[in-house]
C-alpha cells in the first residue's frame, strides 16, 4: 500500500466529513469507488491487488468511518466468498463487483430512509432542538419532520465556520427555523432548549462512540443540565473494535496571526462514552446502549 | 515636440521618472502612488502644467481596461467562471497531463479575452485544490498556469495591458493583434507546454492504473464541487453578462466595418450590462481596479513630460539608431531588449515609455506591416514571465499561492520563467524574421 494514497484518501475523508454526515460520505465512497473501478486499466491479473489495496486503505483511514469501514468488510467478505470472480473475464469481474457496490449502497440508503422514519418520532411540536454539525439528524430527520408540519425550532452551534454554513444552507433549504449562536453561549439557552441531537462516526463496543471534534464539550454541558441528548445512527456505524482502534488524526498546524506565530495542536474527532446519552436511535428505532454487539452487523 | 534634450530642464522629469520607476520595480510604494506623486512633483515644479498632463493621458487606453473590468467583474459575479472551472476540474479525471493540458487551455483562452489577472484569480485556487488533493506538486501547476495566462494574453488586443496600450496608441485593430499574433502564440503555447510536460515527465504519470488514486480523483472532485459550486448562480446575469462580452469581441473584430474604437465598444457594452442587469453600481464599480487605473494615468503623464523634454528621442537616437538602419537587426532588438526589460521591470511603464520610442525609430527607417509594433508586443508581453515582477498576474498569483500554502520564491520563478521567455522569444525572432523578409 502506498503511503502517500493513504495521506490523500485520509485527507479526503476528513474534509469531505465536514460537509456530509458520515452515512453520506459513505455513500459518496461507494460510488466514487464504482466509477474508479469502470476506469480502471490495470492488468488484469493486478485488479485483486488494486481492490485489496483501496479496501485496507478505506478501512485504515484516520480516523476510521462508518458505516464505509463495515461496507467494505462486507464487500471483501463477497469478493472472498467469490474467489474475486477470478474465473471471469476483466469486464465481467468490474460488473460483478459494482453489482455487489450497487447493493451496498441500496442498503445504506434503506438504513438511512429508516433512520429517518425511526428519528423524526422524536421530533415533537415546541421542541427546541440543539445541533453543532452536519449529521444523520440535519440532512434526515428535520427535513423530514418540517415536510409532516411538525413545529420546531433549531439552534445551531458555531463552532467549524465550513460546518456550521452547511448546517445553515441545509436548514435554510428546508425552511427550518434557526438561530445561530457561538457553542460557548449555549449556557444562555438552557431555559428554552429541550433536546440535543447529534450522530456519530462510530460506535464502539467498548460502550463509547466517536463523534465530530467539538461534540465532547456540548454534550458534557448538556449532560450537566439534564438535557435529554440523542444519538441518531445507522446501525452500520457499529463496530466490533475499541475506541483505542479509531485512529484519530492529530493535526499539528503552524498558525500565522498578525504576526505571531503558534503550532495548533487538534484531534480530527472526539471520544465520548454512551453513558452520556440518553436515546440511542438506529433505523430499529430505540435500542438499548448497552447491549450494542447484539446490534453489529459486521 | 523638441529632437534633443533640453538639458539642464529635462533633467528633473529624468530623475522622477527614475525614482518612480524604482519605486515601482522594488515595489516600494503602491504603483498608483508612486506615479502621481511624481506627476505632482512635475507639476509644482512647473516641468509641465496641469493642462499638459491631461493631454498626455491616453484616454483610449482608460476606458478599454475600465469597460473590460466592468463586464468581467458583472460575469464573474454571475459564477460563470466557477463553473467553467469545476466542470473542467470534471473532464480532467485527475489525470495530470490533462490538468495540465485542459486548465492550459482555458488559461490562455481566458487570457485572451479577458485580462491575465482575473484568469488567475479563477483558475489557481482550483488549480492547487485540485493537485494538491492527489498529492501532486501544486507549486509546478501554479507556475505552469501563470506562464500561459502571459503567453495567452499576448494573442489578442484587450488580452494583455501591453497589446491595450499599443492598439490604444499606435491604433492597431483587434483583428490585425489576433491574426498577426494569434499564430506565434500558439506555437509558443504549444512548445512550451511540452517543456513543462518534460520538465515535470516523471510527474504526468497516468493514474487509471491505480485504483486507490481514482477513487481520490473522485472524492477530490466531490470535494471541489462542494467548495467551489456553493455559490450563488445568477444565470439572469450569466446570459446577459456573456451576451454583452460577445456583442463587445464582435464589435472588436468588426471595427474597420463600424469605426468604433475598442475603448468605445468596450465601454459602451460595459454600461448597457450595468443597465440593463440592474447591477449595485457602487458595488461593482468597487471591484474596478482604480489603482491600476490611475497607475496607468500617471505613467502617460510621466512619459509624456519626458517625451516633451525630448528624452525619448535621445534613446532613440542613441540606444537604438546607434545599431544602424537595418530593419532586421531593430526588429530584433526591439524584440530582446522589450523582452528582457519587461521582465525585470514592469511591463506596463515598459510599454508606455517604448512607444515614442518606436514612433522615432520609424520616422527614420520604415517598417512595413507593423512589424516594429509587433516585436514591441511580443517581447513585452512573453518578457512579463522572466520574473515575479515581470507581469501583474505574476505577482498575483504568488500572493494567491502564498495563501493556500504554496511558497513560490523569485528563483522558483526565474528558473522556469527565463527559460520559457528565451523558448518564446526564439519562436518570435523566426516569426519577426520571416515576416519582415516576406514584406521587404
Known amino acids: ?298 | 515636440m523638441e529632437h534633443t534634450v533640453q538639458h539642464s530642464s529635462a533633467l528633473i522629469p529624468i530623475i522622477v521618472f527614475v525614482i518612480v520607476y524604482a519605486a515601482i520595480t522594488f515595489e516600494l510604494v503602491n504603483k498608483a502612488a508612486a506615479t502621481l506623486a511624481g506627476v505632482g512633483l512635475l507639476v509644482v515644479l512647473h516641468v509641465i502644467n496641469e493642462h499638459q498632463a491631461v493631454s498626455f493621458i491616453d484616454f483610449e487606453t482608460l476606458m478599454l481596461l475600465t469597460g473590460m473590468m466592468i463586464l468581467v467583474t458583472l460575469i464573474k459575479k454571475s459564477g460563470f467562471f466557477t463553473i467553467v472551472s469545476v466542470r473542467i476540474a470534471e473532464i480532467t479525471k485527475g489525470s495530470p497531463v490533462k490538468i495540465l493540458v485542459l486548465f492550459s487551455i482555458v488559461t490562455a483562452l481566458m487570457s485572451a479575452f479577458l485580462d491575465n489577472v482575473t484568469t488567475v484569480l479563477i483558475i489557481i485556487p482550483i488549480i492547487i485544490e485540485l493537485t494538491r488533493g492527489l498529492g501532486l506538486n501544486p507549486k509546478n501547476y501554479v507556475l505552469s498556469q501563470v506562464i500561459i495566462s502571459n503567453i495567452g494574453g499576448t494573442a489578442t488586443l484587450i488580452g494583455d495591458p501591453p497589446n491595450v496600450i499599443i492598439g490604444s496608441k499606435v491604433g492597431l485593430s483587434f483583428n490585425q493583434f489576433i491574426l498577426t499574433l494569434s499564430p506565434v502564440v500558439i506555437v509558443v503555447f504549444i512548445i512550451v507546454l511540452a517543456y513543462i510536460w518534460f520538465i515535470n515527465r516523471v510527474e504526468f504519470k497516468p493514474i487509471n492504473t491505480s485504483l486507490s488514486k481514482l477513487v481520490a480523483v473522485q472524492l477530490l472532485l466531490e470535494k471541489i464541487k462542494f467548495e467551489f459550486s456553493n455559490i450563488t448562480i445568477d444565470k439572469k446575469l450569466m446570459i446577459q453578462g456573456l451576451t454583452c462580452l460577445t456583442i463587445a469581441i464582435l464589435l472588436f473584430i468588426t471595427q474597420t466595418i463600424t469605426g468604433l474604437a475598442p475603448g468605445v465598444v468596450a465601454l459602451g457594452m460595459a454600461m448597457v450590462l450595468l443597465i440593463i442587469s440592474k447591477a449595485d453600481v457602487e458595488e461593482i464599480l468597487e471591484e474596478v481596479e482604480w489603482s491600476t487605473l490611475l497607475f496607468f494615468t500617471g505613467l502617460f503623464i510621466l512619459v509624456g513630460a519626458l517625451e516633451e523634454y525630448g528624452v525619448i528621442n535621445w534613446i532613440a537616437q542613441n540606444v537604438f539608431m546607434n545599431v544602424g538602419d537595418d530593419p532586421y537587426i531593430l526588429v530584433l532588438l526591439v524584440l530582446w531588449v522589450s523582452g528582457i526589460g519587461s521582465g525585470f521591470l514592469d511591463n506596463i511603464p515598459f510599454t508606455i515609455t517604448m512607444i515614442p520610442i518606436i514612433h522615432l525609430i520609424l520616422e527614420s527607417t520604415p517598417i512595413p506591416n507593423d512589424i516594429l509594433w509587433w516585436a514591441l508586443a511580443l517581447g513585452a508581453c512573453f518578457g512579463g514571465n522572466i520574473t515575479m515582477i515581470g507581469a501583474s498576474a505574476n505577482i498575483i498569483s504568488v500572493g494567491i499561492a502564498k495563501k493556500y500554502g504554496v511558497e513560490i520564491s523569485f528563483i522558483d520563478f526565474m528558473k522556469r520563467g527565463a527559460v520559457v521567455t528565451l523558448i518564446s522569444l526564439i519562436v518570435s525572432s523566426i516569426f519577426l524574421v520571416l515576416y519582415l523578409r516576406f514584406s521587404l
Open chain 1, 1 to 298: 500500500m502506498s503511503n502517500k494514497d493513504q495521506l490523500v484518501l485520509d485527507a479526503l475523508f476528513r474534509d469531505i466529513v465536514k460537509f456530509y454526515s458520515s452515512s453520506q460520505t459513505s455513500l459518496i465512497t461507494l460510488q466514487a469507488l464504482q466509477t474508479s473501478i469502470t476506469e480502471l486499466d490495470c492488468p488484469d491479473e493486478d485488479f485483486a491487488k488494486e481492490l485489496t489495496t483501496v479496501c485496507d486503505i478505506i478501512k485504515n483511514s484516520r480516523p476510521r468511518m462508518f458505516p464505509i469501514d463495515n461496507l467494505i468488510i462486507l464487500l471483501e467478505k463477497k469478493l472472498q466468498e467469490n474467489n474475486y470472480f477470478s474465473d471471469k473475464d476483466f469486464d465481467s469481474r468490474k460488473t460483478a463487483i459494482i453489482e455487489i457496490i450497487n447493493l451496498l449502497a441500496e442498503r445504506l440508503r434503506n438504513d438511512m430512509n429508516e433512520l429517518a422514519n425511526q428519528g423524526v418520532k422524536h421530533i415533537e411540536d415546541g421542541d427546541y432542538i440543539i445541533l453543532h454539525s452536519v449529521e444523520e439528524a440535519v440532512e434526515l430527520l428535520l427535513p423530514m419532520a418540517q415536510r409532516m408540519g411538525k413545529k420546531f425550532e433549531v439552534l445551531i452551534l458555531r463552532q467549524d465556520l465550513v460546518k456550521t454554513k452547511q448546517v445553515i444552507t441545509l436548514l435554510k433549504a428546508e425552511g427550518i427555523k434557526y438561530t445561530v449562536i457561538p457553542e460557548w453561549d449555549l449556557i444562555h439557552f438552557f431555559d428554552k432548549v429541550n433536546k440535543l441531537f447529534i450522530g456519530a462516526h462510530a460506535l464502539t463496543v467498548d460502550g463509547k462512540f466517536v463523534s465530530d471534534s467539538g461534540t465532547s464539550n456540548i454534550v458534557s454541558e448538556c449532560h450537566i443540565h439534564n438535557l435529554p441528548i440523542y444519538l441518531f445512527a445507522p446501525s452500520l456505524e457499529i463496530t466490533n473494535k475499541f475506541s483505542r482502534d479509531q485512529n484519530l488524526y492529530l493535526k499539528d498546524e503552524l498558525i500565522s496571526v498578525n504576526g505571531s506565530e503558534y503550532n495548533l495542536v487538534s484531534h480530527s474527532s472526539d471520544i465520548l462514552s454512551l453513558d452520556l446519552v440518553d436515546h440511542l436511535i438506529t433505523e430499529e428505532g430505540a435500542v438499548d446502549k448497552n447491549k450494542l454487539e447484539e446490534y453489529c452487523k459486521v
